[in-house]
Every structure is written in C-alpha cells, then in structure tokens.
C-alpha cells in the first residue's frame, strides 16, 4: 500500500510523463517489484508469478519464439489442465495480443510476471539461438564477416598484386615511387577540398542550440551501455548517468556485460543500481565485439528509441529530453542523431590536448559540414541514438566490423535513412598514452578498411543505393582517410626539398613544379590549423588554441596506427583491440554532469524562492 504522499508524487509524475503507475511505482522506488506485481494480479484478478517460487516448464519454451516473447515480454509458463499459462509483463497489452498468438496454441490464461523473470527464462532456455542471431543480424551481402575467409581467389589476387608491387619496386623504384606519390597527392588535394567545402559555409557561424518540450505522450528510451573489464570507472558511470533529467519511468538504462566479465559486475554491486538501471549479460560466442553485445541486448531492450553510451561518459544532463525533442519534429527519414563528443581530461598531457582539437574540429566542423553538403556521415561509437524500427531494419549493427558505428552510418543512408546533428555535448576520456591511443586509432582505421572493402563489394550497388552524390562523398572520405594515414612517409619525404635535399621525383619534376607541390601542402597544413582554430573557439578550451600547429606532428602516430591496422585487415580482421578507461581524471571544472547537477540545483532553488 502507498503512502497518500508517494501516491500523489506517483500520480503527478503520470500526469507529465503519462508512464503507467507500475513502471513509475518501480522507478522512483516507491514500492518493490513483487508488491508491483502482486497489486497487478489483484486488479486483473489472475495468478502472480514468481520464477523462483513457481518455476517455468521447460517443456514449453520453445512454443513462442524467443524474439516474440521479447518483443511482448510474454512466456509460455505452464499448462494447468489444457490451458496454457502465459506470463506477462505486460498485462494491460495482453487482450490485443491475443490474435497474434499461433492458432494451434490452445486455450491460453494470463498470469501476472515482473520483466526481470521473463528475460531470465529466455535468457536461459535460449541464449544460444539469440547469440547467434546477434553475430548474424545483418545479411550476408552486407556485413564483413566473410572477410576473414581467405578464399583461393583472394589469396592468388594478393599475391598477384604482391608480385607486382615487389617487381615494380625492384625493377623500377623511381617509378614506384613516383606512383604511391601521385595516389598520396591526389589523396591530400581531394582531403583538403573536401575539409574547404565543408568548412567555408559554417565560416563565422555558430551552431544555434534549439530548444524544445518533449512530445506528449513521452516514449521510453532505452540507452545500452556496453561494459567490458571497466571495474575502475563502473561506479563513476552510475553516478554520471543518475544526473540525466528524463522521467526515471520512461528511461531504461541496459548496462551490456559480457559473460565471463566478473571484474565489471563484481564493481556494480557496491554502486547500487537505481530501479530504472539494469544488466544484461551477454553469453560467449565466436567474437567478442562490441557490436555483438549490443545486437544480443537489443533484444532486451524496451525503449522506442536507442541510445549508446560508452563506460567513460558524463552526457548533458538534458540530453535525453533534447534527443525526444528532435525526433518529434524531425521528419520519419530521420532515423539517426549524432551528438558532439568532447572530452573531460583535455589539459592532462599533450596527446590529450591533440586529441581534443581533433575532436572539436571533427564534432564541431567537418561532420556537421559533410552533414550540410548532403553526405552521408560515419557515425561515432557513443551519444548515437536511433529510432527502433529503422535500426532493426538495418539489421542493426555488424558483429564483424570493429568500427561498428561508422559502417552503420552508411548502412542507414541506403536503406534511405537520413543522419542528423545534435548539438549536445557528451564528454568522456581522452586516451592520453601513446600505445593505447595507437591501439585505438588502429582498431577505428581497421573498421575503415573493412567498411570500403564490404561495401565496395558491389559498387554498382553501391551507387544505386546511395545516389551519385552520397557515391562520390563516400568514396572521397574513406579513400582519403586510409591513403592520408599509410602513405604519409611518401608526403614527409616532399619536406626535404625544404632542407635542400634532392627528392627521389626530381627525375620526374623540376624545381617549379616541385615547389607547387610544397605550396599545396602548405595551403593543406593551414587549412587544418584555421579549422582546428574555429573549433577550439566553439568549445570552453580556448587554453587549446597555442597547441594546434602541432597537430601536425600528432598524426604522424597515425601511420604507426594505419600499419597496424592494415596488417590486421589480413591476419585478424574481427581482433577487438580494446581501450581502457579510468586512467585519466577529470581536469579541475571539467566534469561536466557535476556541473550541470549543480546549475540545476541553484536554479530550483531560485524557483522555489
């Protein structure tokens, strides 16, 4: 029974939010989700069940699929003479479901279950049948995981195209040379024209932050969080999220373990998950990827919408309210919204300092640029939100790519799909070690190789279905990026002109055209700077500013990365090379949900005086 109190608090929160009464009761903790089910079994006048006290029968497990009893968080639980016992969740929406259930499936009474208890069952009888739809959500034709398979044909074309290179190379090195010149050449022209274009119209502006109510009814978002050895930094991520203002009855927080990571669950304890907060552990299977995890919680997932957050981040506290906000007045293309990652360490050391330029002028400058220009955009791996039925139509994320996010950002734009800017800020740690960030930007350079080879598997397809504008933007953006970052040592080898040394294309170039050549690398190396200028000016680190000439010598880690990445396109396509967390806190002022939680808290007061 409620106090008069918590019923009034309960029944004001469903005037705003328009939640049911179970969900807010469970949410704000005002009762426990036994009493929650037992007053539902009253009110429907049906059986109350508990899996611990009244065990499912796994003769009947396999009568409904797992995905359907997901999608209606219902069980087929017992037979009780010839009628078959289903257990729900969801009893207000089990009369309409009625006519979706087999018609061979008999008589059929409900009985009154918590959510919890029906994953458990599945999560049990089925885990293998889920785990492997996981690996193999996206078709054949479109995911990379065929890639890993060095065919016959594949190994005598690499070899063909080794011999080649080999013999060029021994025969006639100039050439060679002057061959991988040309590609790096082109490389940086068309990366300079594209970064012009998509800098110039935003020369000057600001981005305008619009703000707006969510729409009546609320939807139920869910935000997945893929975990995986994050002891250090669990405890922080709960408190992060707790800050975020959305209806706690409407919010659904899916905290993604793997399995055998006891580490991260044994962290979870002492942190006290609040109601809306829960785990979904994801079972071993043949990779152990971050798209795989979030394909396999999808499932469990009970939001309209999608988010992803990643361990180390502290979101805008009204980030939520701003991503229903967008979706309710954008059109029903848009299936995507992209927010702005900054970080939180940007002062620690200077990878850390380069790090955050580069974000900046990506988040800031380049991608809502390429956005404008009517590109589609790769996605970034964090503060990504979707509509539901547009991921699942996708087939949502690739198990095999390492750069998941990317991959599917230009999966949504041929089904269709549009990808929009959100101007909310989620901040999260700077990997500021050179081994781990070379770890990193190698895994994200491998995902770019794998993204090209798998699309590029049927150009002509490829055309059709993005369009020759969205065509050519794609093939700009990744054949620039991959070629920029391996063939970077033929471009270095063009300052030694400067120094006054002969270069290995003076048999091919005179002193003009080579001093050209300089200039256009003088024209691309300013370019970067006065972008990365403008961005720095659109965050809180203006302290950044002295440091982005030397962003010049913060990519040349990038080759180290962009060599070992390729070597892995060949040996271990589907390798995860994880990042750590928790190693760099935040600089003094730069946690930003204590922040805001703070403002806030000023700002009701201010209300309430």
């Not at 978002?221 to 975990?227: A, K, R, W």
């Not at 087939?395 to 101007?423: C, I, K, P, Q």
């Amino acid at each position: 029974m409620l106090e008069s109190s918590d019923l009034l608090k309960a029944l004001a929160e469903q005037g705003r939010s328009r939640a049911t009464m179970a969900r807010i009761c469970e949410a704000d903790a005002l009762a426990d989700p036994s009493q929650i089910v037992a007053a539902q079994a009253r009110h429907y006048g049906v059986m109350a069940l508990e899996r611990d006290d009244h065990p499912a029968d796994p003769e009947l497990k396999d009568l409904l699929s797992p995905e359907f009893c997901l999608e209606h968080l219902v069980m087929p639980w017992r037979r009780i003479g010839r009628t078959l016992l289903i257990a729900t969740a969801r009893p207000d929406a089990f009369e309409a479901l009625r006519p979706q259930l087999p018609v061979d499936i008999g008589a059929v009474k409900m009985a009154v279950i918590h959510e919890a208890d029906i994953h458990a069952e599945i999560a049990e009888h089925h885990a293998p049948a889920l785990m492997l739809a996981a690996e193999t959500r996206v078709r054949a034709d479109e995911s990379c995981r065929d890639l890993g398979m060095m065919t016959p044909r594949r190994g005598i074309m690499a070899g063909l195209c080794g011999i080649a290179a080999l013999g060029l190379l021994a025969a006639m090195p100039e050439i060679f040379f002057a061959v991988l010149a040309s590609w790096a050449i082109l490389a940086l022209v068309l990366s300079t024209l594209l970064k012009g274009a998509a800098f110039v119209p935003q020369f000057g502006q600001r981005p305008r932050k619009v703000m707006a109510s969510p729409p009546q009814p609320w939807p139920t978002v869910s935000v997945m969080v893929p975990l995986f050895h994050e002891d250090d930094i669990a405890g922080t991520l709960v408190k992060r999220l707790s800050q975020l203002t959305y209806p706690r009855a409407l919010l659904d927080v899916v905290l993604v373990l793997e399995a055998e990571d006891a580490r991260t669950r044994k962290a979870l304890i002492p942190a006290l998950l609040p109601p809306w907060m829960r785990v979904v552990e994801v079972p071993k299977g043949s990779i152990t990827t971050k798209p795989r995890a979030l394909n396999y919680a999808l499932g469990f997932c009970r939001g309209e919408i999608i988010g992803i957050y990643d361990a180390e981040d502290a979101p805008a506290p009204d980030q939520i309210d701003r991503v229903v906000a967008h979706f309710s007045r954008a059109p029903p293309d848009t299936a995507c919204l992209q927010g702005i990652l900054d970080f939180y360490n940007p002062r620690a050391n200077w990878l850390s300092r380069c790090f955050a330029i580069e974000y900046a002028s990506w988040f800031r400058i380049l991608l809502p640029g390429f956005a404008r220009l009517g590109f589609a955009i790769p996605l970034g791996g964090t503060t990504v939100f979707f509509r539901r039925k547009a991921l699942e139509e996708v087939g949502a994320w690739d198990a095999h790519n390492v750069t998941e996010d990317a991959y599917l950002g230009f999966r949504l734009a041929r089904y269709g799909y549009r990808t929009e800017l959100l101007s909310s800020v989620t901040r999260e740690e700077a990997n500021n070690r050179f081994w781990p960030w070379v770890k990193q930007r190698s895994r994200w350079l491998k995902g770019y190789m794998i993204t090209y080879l798998t699309h590029m598997r049927a150009p002509r397809k490829l055309w059709q279905t993005l369009g020759p504008w969205k065509f050519t933007g794609f093939q700009v953006f990744f054949l620039t990026t991959i070629s920029q970052f391996i063939l970077a040592p033929v471009l270095w080898a063009f300052w030694l002109v400067m120094l006054g040394m002969r270069h290995p294309m003076s048999a091919f170039l005179d002193a003009a055209g080579l001093r050209q050549l300089i200039g256009v690398f003088l024209v691309s190396e300013a370019l970067a700077i006065v972008i990365g200028l403008a961005a720095v000016a659109r965050t809180r680190h203006r302290g950044l500013w002295a440091w982005v000439p030397t962003l010049f010598f913060y990519f040349m880690m990038g080759w180290l990365a962009a060599t070992k990445a390729a070597y892995e396109v060949l040996v271990r396509p589907f390798y995860w090379d994880k990042t750590e967390h928790g190693h760099s806190l935040p600089d003094a002022g730069q946690d930003n949900s204590k922040r805001q939680a703070k403002r806030k808290n000023i700002s009701d007061l201010g209300s309430a005086l």
